[in-house]
């Protein structure tokens, strides 16, 4: 199958990519393929974002302690009908993000041909330090366009959760109407179908 070729992509800050090159984006089903294949190594610190392979941010210990506590307190709360997943891949229109923490609608052996889809994500979770700027843009967006109806991010720089919800746009413009930042004395509404199934203190998320 043909790639489609995307815009050239200039990087002007590490002069990775010459400028005179182009980056040419790859499907679901094309990542999917190169994982059947071998060509991608089971457990790859890689992710597809947008159509292009982007490495995973290095994981250090406040970051492993805040997606253990996050797991913790959501498997607590969560429906019968739903389970917790922590960083397991999402497959997405054009994205297979792996989140940290994720709500999922269904049993585990529910996915066990396949990742779980947008519609079945109720709340994704991304932990934040060096990765905070990906959170914030790329992640928010691809979330967003995807319809999940919430998204955090336990913001450890500046010791704070961050809610967004109420997806809309498409595109690039893909984004959130509302927004909150709590911090460690706020609690966290947690809403599945709508409807709240528990509220969870800020600082029991930060390490």
Known sequence: MALAVAPPVHTSETGAIPADYTIAPLSV??????????????GAPIELLEGYLVEKM???????AATKLMQAALSQIAPAHYHVGVQEPITLSDS??????????????????RHPGSAEVA???EVADASLRR???AKRRIYARA????YWIINLIDECVETYSDPTGAGQQATYRRSATRYGDDELSVVIDGIEVGRLPVRDFLP
Do not use: C, W
């Open 29 to 42: 089903a094309q990542y999917h393929a190169m994982a059947a294949a071998g060509i991608l190594e089971e």
């Open 58 to 64: 290095t994981k250090h210990p406040p970051h492993s």
């Open 96 to 113: 297979e993000p792996e989140p940290d923490v994720v709500i999922v609608r269904g049993a585990i052996r529910d996915f066990a041909a």
């Open 123 to 125: 709340l994704v979770v």
């Open 135 to 137: 959170d914030h843009n």
């Open 147 to 150: 319809g999940i109806p919430h």
